[in-house]
């Protein structure tokens, strides 16, 4: 929309109403189209991000049945962070989002670390009964992980605000 300072200087500069309300209704629709695309990049987003979660928690499964402890734990935190930092900068990038597509977008993340975290555990108590790793402990870890991106850019957006 043209805010009424901007009609104003077009129409001191010579503009009939009629070519201001041409631009203004110009400008509408490439917002309406915009709107369009954000909304399908931010749901393909979201699939994109689930698909991509359950590849690396595919991925780290044959992991469990190392006899590692602690060495296991690095690599599913950078996983778990880069993934999640991934999701982060893709939803803030997406442009036209309203606050509802943050909101789902913040319940959608804690949806898909629960569901990280059951997947591992049952996946590695079916096929590695012997580990020395609890799943339970590790699908937290990577949950933790890929949340953590997400929450420390609310605290940061947050005390740039105030």
Do not use: C
């Not at 935190?77 to 997406?94: C, E, K, S």
């Amino acid at each position: 929309m043209i805010t009424p300072k901007k009609h104003q200087e077009l129409r001191a500069k010579g503009w009939t109403e009629t070519e201001v309300q041409r631009v203004e209704n110009i400008l509408n629709h490439v917002r309406k189209e915009d709107l369009k695309i954000s909304h399908f990049v931010f749901w393909s987003v979201l699939v994109l991000i689930v698909l991509a979660n359950v590849i690396v928690s595919l991925i780290l499964i044959p992991f469990l049945s190392l006899k590692f402890t602690w060495e296991i734990y690095i690599p599913l935190i950078v996983l778990g962070g880069l993934v999640g930092f991934l999701y982060n900068y893709l939803i803030n990038d997406i442009k036209h989002l309203e606050v509802r597509h943050h909101i789902l977008g913040g319940l959608v993340l804690p949806l898909i670390a629960v569901i990280n975290l059951v997947l591992i555990s049952l996946i590695s108590d079916r096929y590695f009964k012997q580990t020395t790793l609890s799943p339970w402990i590790m699908g937290l870890i990577f949950a933790g992980a890929f949340i953590l991106p997400y929450l420390l850019d609310r605290i940061r957006t947050r005390m740039k605000r105030e």
